[in-house]
């Protein structure tokens, strides 16, 4: 192996053991203090919010370990294995994103209308299809494939995290030590680790089996799986207006909206910050999107300008695996970044060094800087760094986005508004890959693409700045994305953790505190 594929074992070798001492510092730093855990009496409360929290987890990281199985090979597959022309590829891409706008219009309110677990089994099957049609060859059989793959990303993205918000407020965890946003930060962690191990697991399925059909094969596998625990574990939920049209179930439905959180009260489409923030995401979502087409392209050839004699392929899966673990890095960064100081008030109140608006305008900026880094770039080292700094910003951007779509949208219409607020990102992917194809398969052709992707996002941060201001102090309810490490020890109430390691006293909600 030469040193032009060296650099991505490399990377990966490197990143691993530190994402393991980031996530695990605070069970290091306990070890090695002599700390001993405090030992609280269980809360049956607490107990059934953690065994939602595995319940759920259990599900979800399946069908994300399936669909990041395949996302490496995609490209690869089509355009290599299978010797498909760039204009064809492109085509495929586009028929996902054609049919997940389309789908948009409609799944989110079929999720909150038939039942989110339904949704999410729909998805299993679905998804599986999908994965299965890349084993043909047939031109019709491919774009029917990806329409599908289309679908089942609508309905990954507004689905699963729709019904365990909905679990999570009907059953009144609110009221529990893990927050929400605690749920959701270990759940980006987890995610981010499990597409770890999925890319080393398909670059060593391609490697052993000689085919990148393989991992899409597997995927199926853990779709299934996803989809027998679901039918076992899970119970449905429904959107809140689906009780009251449905007749039944009314008076649970009126309940949950009484129990939304103040900041959450019915969203409506003309409010500007669901249009700022859909904005915001078409934005980086759009351009991480246009990334994930393009990266492959553009280090193999820049691989291949610096390594002529060669003719290998690079290892996707392992350069896949690389970027999540940098974006699990950035994730558990959001931890240091938002470092608290006590705002002399009422026990757990605290004030923010750096707030999450903050954090999400400097997340666009620094990934503008790095689109025109990799712009200009010629060397394969370069090209890679810029990426991996690119993912880093992904992972601070994800639990900044998500904190504040959660005090956006309410619970009763969230399936419905995330798919409304993903339609104007699958027309903007669309758009810039039929573009872009446009430009032929010259060499170099994603310098454009890449210094468009960085002016889109430095407009998202103006709009950020003017648009998705929050207040200087903790919001009720929301916690920092936790210290993996806190969950992995077991500890019942969940402390909040200084950037400097020490405990500050934990999150007290005003209905705990009376």
Request: charged share 15%.
């Amino acid at each position: 192996m030469n040193m032009g594929l060296d650099i991505y074992w490399i990377g990966l070798l490197v990143l691993v053991p530190v994402v393991a001492i980031v996530a695990g510092h605070g069970i290091i730093l306990s070890v090695l203090r002599g700390t001993p855990t405090e030992k609280r009496e269980p809360d049956p409360l607490d107990e059934d919010a953690r065994k939602l929290q595995r319940t759920f987890l259990r599900v979800y990281l399946l069908v994300i370990g399936s669909e990041w199985l395949q996302n490496p090979f995609m490209y690869s597959l089509f355009r290599n294995e299978k010797t498909l022309d760039e204009a064809t590829v492109a085509t495929l891409y586009i028929s996902t994103y054609v049919a997940a706008a389309v789908s948009a219009l409609f799944t989110g309110y079929l999720t909150d209308r038939f039942g989110r677990r339904r949704a999410c089994l729909v998805f299993c099957g679905i998804h599986s299809l999908a994965a299965v049609s890349v084993c043909f060859d047939e031109l019709p059989v491919l774009i029917l494939g990806r329409v599908l793959g289309g679908v089942a990303l609508t309905l990954l993205w507004t689905a699963f995290e729709s019904w365990v918000i909905a679990e999570y407020n009907e059953r009144g965890f609110a009221q529990s030590s893990l927050s929400l946003s605690s749920m959701f930060g270990i759940m980006t962690t987890s995610k981010c680790i499990t597409a770890i191990f999925a890319g080393v697991l398909g670059h060593c399925v391609v490697l052993a089996l000689g085919s990148k059909i393989h991992p899409f094969i597997l995927g199926v596998a853990l779709d299934l799986s996803a989809a027998i625990l679901m039918i076992r574990t899970w119970k449905e939920n429904w959107g809140v207006t689906s009780g009251v049209d449905e007749g039944i179930d009314g008076d649970k439905a009126a309940e949950a909206q009484e129990h939304l959180p103040s900041d959450q009260a019915p969203t409506s489409l003309w409010d500007l910050r669901v249009w700022a923030m859909s904005f915001v995401t078409c934005c980086f979502d759009g351009t991480i999107f246009l990334f994930m087409f393009f990266w492959p392209e553009t280090l193999q050839d820049a691989h291949d300008r610096e390594h002529p004699e060669k003719n290998g392929s690079i290892p996707h899966g392992v350069i896949f695996a690389s970027f999540m673990a940098i974006m699990v890095l950035g994730a558990l960064s959001f931890n240091i970044l938002m470092a608290e100081e006590p705002s002399g008030g009422y026990r757990g109140s605290t004030r923010y060094a750096l707030t999450p608006t903050q954090l999400l305008k400097g997340a666009l900026v620094v990934s503008a800087v790095c689109f025109l880094a990799a712009a200009f770039a010629r060397e394969e080292i370069a090209l890679f760094i810029s990426f991996l700094l690119l993912e880093v910003c992904n992972g601070i951007y994800v639990p900044s986005v998500a904190y504040h779509r959660g005090t956006i949208v309410s619970d009763g219409a969230r399936a419905r508004v995330y798919g409304l607020m993903n339609i104007p990102l699958f027309v903007f992917v669309i758009i810039a890959l039929y573009t872009a194809n446009g430009t032929g398969d010259t060499g170099g052709r994603w310098q454009p693409v890449f210094l468009f992707c960085a002016a889109l996002l430095l407009l998202a941060a103006l709009v950020t700045s003017m648009y998705l201001h929050v207040g200087n102090r903790r919001p009720e309810g929301f916690a920092e994305i936790p210290n993996l490490s806190r969950d992995l020890a077991g500890i019942d109430r969940l402390p909040l953790v200084h950037a400097s390691g020490a405990e500050l006293d934990p999150i007290v909600h005003k209905d705990d505190s009376a």
